[in-house]
């Protein structure tokens, strides 16, 4: 149990501190007093022991105020830098370098009307979101006042917080993980001189499905670099001046989630169990922050991103949610013809240091254009649902704050926009249900694959009707679970998407909880940390029955022979694995299926897209068990030598946490401050293919998974638990800055409490708030 620390640490202000707790406080929890303008009556935040927040407010609005206010405190450099890449409003504060990704931010900005806009919300969700902005800038004020310190980042960046509005919140679309845009230009490179039998080599399709090329494209017509602005518009703000990459073509990009709800009668409990983690990039602070809002007409507890009011997933009085993405193709990229007309919006943006410069914007009925090829006169609009009313990326999870059982919780579904999602529910009654939800374009023609030629022919007619989406509600098996992975009903008959997860995290989760005929809350936690992977199997299997040619060959069969998959950070035959599958055996497999001719604009691919082949043998020629063992024993060997290189020469002193190794540090470096704003390292196991989703850069340190974990005990919150790395606060100065890393790293949690006896339990510091 974490200890109480010096109450200097965690002041941001010393000057309301209390030197000693009044008689209504528990031993050892620190008080503060402060006067907030903005509130309408008292309120409290409770920080727990680790580091989250518990607001008790007299009504919702103020409750959203104290949320923003305490992810103000905790995150105000994190969330002010979203807005500012959001909106399109880096170069006021960094310089002229930032001025093409304003631009590009700008181009997919929601630019519909702001009526309609918050009309696909609850009525109650403009006025929370306006008292959440009310609440950061009233901490704002105070850090202008001199009431809380500024963080360092801003000093050291010369630039100042700015103030927010409502509708800053929900006008930022490019965080909405929407797609396939990226997966439709690299198609088409791949096509430009290659050849559509190898296409089931560079992706897996589920369910299987033949790639054809839209009448009138011409895919040689894609430039390179047509998705430039793309990825400065959706990509993070660098400081380092390092060109973005879209994530979905960028190797090191592993992202994905679990969930599972398991229904009363399979749960140890007697009552309903939901997980839930999200996988992202890794980053400090990460993506997510827990929050818990008590007033006495709203009621929710969970984990969103903080720039956002309320949670994303999480729990109300009655019911839980949870999320997944859901691989629904929400994007086209629209090819129009030279002489094609656009509409032009002209904006300034302010430059530190420099005039103001003036940006032209085009669009079409399409879409932004998001690049003019002046060599051929060819522009390229982006068409996606997020232009549409309601599509802010996690803003619908505020339907379920509060719906009290399945039928009001399909209303979250039925309004579902971005992005597309998995939303598993859990009641205290014990229903339990599973509910895809997101905006599904219907096209008129076409799969959405490749890019489209603009024109009648490849317009969208508009959206699928929600309430025809797939559903399950009590499935008989007692449980639910998903993991991105392709799980469209057979014979549903609607065109959703066809570019899914590979199944390998999906496999291990099923497995486990089949196994078990009562489920436990530890077991959830042990099974969101478990390092096994079926997609390591799948490939140690096809390994069975050979014999190396060689030393190195015989050598990594007998490394490997036996191995069960799990990927421990002390697993020799881990290391060996992951260097074979991330850098020898699908380079082998293209080179030695594709022909050189067809190559050129291949790209990259994946060991998940590389078995299906190996094992199905359709592309191996008229003798593929010769060509799958060349394959094979080709690159393990290489492998082996080069993990010889790595480790050393003695197989038995090899380790996967020697490569793998968690060590998170801001993307802002700040000279001298390097030490104490870094979290790691750590060796870490598992990886991208394993529940414990632990995605490897090229240099096989981890850069992708679950920040944050989440288990529900659901009816009896007061039992659920979390875990959210490195930790709840953004500020290097606060103990929850990296308190919960090495928790975190070691597959342990912390209680994630409900009712207020138990929040005052784990509490660490009470601010009492007045008007």
Known sequence: MMRPVAAALLLTTAASAQDAPPPNIPLGVYSEARSLPGLTAPGEIIIDRAGIPHIYAAN???????????????????????????????????????????????????????????????????????????????????????????????????????RWSADDVVRIRSNALTRNIPDEVARARALCGGDLKYEPLRRELAPAHNVTIPKGLDPCSIPANVLDDYALGTGDVRFDGQKMVVASLDPEAQEGSNNWVIGAARSATGRPILANDPHRAHAVPNLRY???????????????????????????????????????????????????????????????????????????????????????????????????????????????????????????????????????????????GWAPSGFVPMRAAGDGLLPVPAGKTHRWTGLLDAKLMPVSHNPPQGWFATANEMNVPAGYPHLLGLEWADRSRITRISEVIAAKPKFSLTDAMALQNDATSAMARRAVALLKGLSGRNDDERGALALLSGWDGHEGPDSAAAALYEVWAARHLPMAAVKAIVPDDKRENFGRTSIGNVLPVLENGALLGPDPKALRETILLGSLGTAYVEAKKMFGPDPALWRWGALHVADFKPALGIAGRSAERRAGPLPIGGSGSTPMAMGSGSDFQLVSGASVRVVLDVGAWDNSMAINTPGQSGDPASPHYRDLFPRWATGNYVPFVWSRPRVLQEAERIISVTP
């Open 60 to 162: 919702a609005r103020d409750g959203f105020f104290l949320q923003g206010y305490a992810v103000a405190r905790d995150r105000l450099w994190q969330i002010d830098l979203w807005r500012k890449r959001g909106l399109g409003r880096l170069s006021a504060s960094f310089g002229p370098q930032f001025v093409a990704q304003d631009r590009a931010a700008r181009l997919l900005l929601y630019r519909g009307d702001m009526a309609a806009e918050w009309a696909a919300y609850p009525a109650a969700a403009k006025g929370w979101t306006e008292a959440f902005a009310a609440g950061i800038n009233a901490y704002i004020a105070d850090v202008e006042a001199g009431r809380q310190k500024l963080p360092m980042e801003f000093t050291a960046t010369a630039s100042r917080p700015e």
């Open 290 to 432: 827990l929050s818990h809002i008590d007033t006495p007409e709203l009621k929710i507890a969970g984990s969103g991103e903080p720039a956002l009011p309320g949670v994303s997933f999480g729990h109300n009085e009655d019911v839980a949610w949870a999320l997944t993405i859901f691989a629904i193709d929400q994007q086209d990229l629209v090819v129009n013809p030279k002489g094609t007309k656009f509409s032009q919006v002209r904006e300034t943006i302010d430059v530190k240091g420099e005039a103001p410069r003036e940006v032209v914007l085009h669009f079409t009925d399409d879409g932004p254009i998001i690049h003019e090829d002046l060599a051929s006169g060819r522009s390229f609009a982006l068409r996606a649902t997020w232009s549409k009313p309601g599509a802010s990326a996690y803003f619908n999870a505020t339907w379920a704050f509060t719906a009290r059982n399945w039928d009001e919780f399909l209303t979250t579904r039925n309004h579902w926009g971005a992005p597309p999602l998995n939303l598993l529910f859990a009641a205290r009654d014990g229903d339990i």
